[in-house]
Nanobody, 115 residues
């Protein structure tokens, strides 16, 4: 059984930084793709970034240059380093893994950026 647990959210002032972490337990494909999504109140969930098993990355335009996604294949973790945070980054952040055509989600971690 695959489970994802996010951590690292919190309250931060605009311009500050947070590092989110997602720990994956269970067996996943070596070619699994790992994602970070976010959902602000009243809005749809949106992709923030993803990283492939070989380290290729893609970012939403809104976070490009400020967020960095990284993974540790040996530890089955994926992190999201968030710098220069803005109030509009306030959202619940979710980790997602796509493995063997199945998708798994974490429970989310709240990030609040005050102005």
């Amino acid at each position: 059984q695959v489970q994802l647990v996010e951590s690292g959210g919190g309250l931060v002032q605009a311009g500050g930084s947070l590092n989110l972490s997602c720990s994956v337990s269970g067996i996943i494909s070596k070619s699994a793709v790992m994602y970070w999504y976010r959902q602000a109140p009243g809005k749809e969930r949106e992709l923030a970034a993803y990283i492939t098993s070989v380290g290729a990355t893609k970012y939403a335009d809104s976070v490009k240059g400020r967020f960095t996604i990284a993974r540790d294949n040996a530890e089955n973790t994926v992190n999201l380093q968030m710098n220069s945070l803005k109030p509009e980054d306030t959202a619940t952040y979710y980790c997602r893994v796509l493995s063997y055509t199945r998708t798994y989600w974490g429970q989310g971690t709240q990030v609040t950026v005050s102005s």
